[in-house]
Nanobody, 118 residues
């Protein structure tokens, strides 16, 4: 079992920045992949960014160059630094942990709202 707690969401103007945090109850070094997903009203949940235990990252095309995912193994926390925010980034952001191979179990946080005003 993995409990994930997100924080850092809020309301920001377009062009602004926010940093999301995801604290894990499990040592994140042992987690295959941790990531951030988002879901806007009426839309499917989509991958924003993810990072492997080895530090490999990948991003959705829509956020490349603006968002950065990172991890602090000592704090068992994953971050999402979001810069140059756009109104279309408005969504509930969810932290995800994929544990185990070859068929990982997925764990989710409760979500944190990010609202970008124009």
């Amino acid at each position: 079992q993995v409990q994930l707690v997100e924080s850092g969401g809020g309301l920001v103007q377009a062009g602004g920045s926010l940093r999301l945090s995801c604290a894990s109850s499990r040592i994140i070094f042992s987690i295959n992949t941790m990531g951030w997903y988002r879901q806007a009203p009426g839309k499917a949940r989509e991958l924003v960014a993810r990072i492997t235990s080895g530090g490999t990252t990948n991003y959705a095309d829509s956020v490349k160059g603006r968002f950065t995912i990172s991890r602090d193994n000592a704090k068992n926390t994953v971050y999402l630094q979001m810069n140059s925010l756009k109104p279309e980034d408005t969504a509930v952001y969810y932290c995800n942990a994929a544990v185990g191979v070859p068929a990982p179990n997925n764990y989710w946080g409760q979500g944190t709202q990010v609202t970008v005003s124009s």
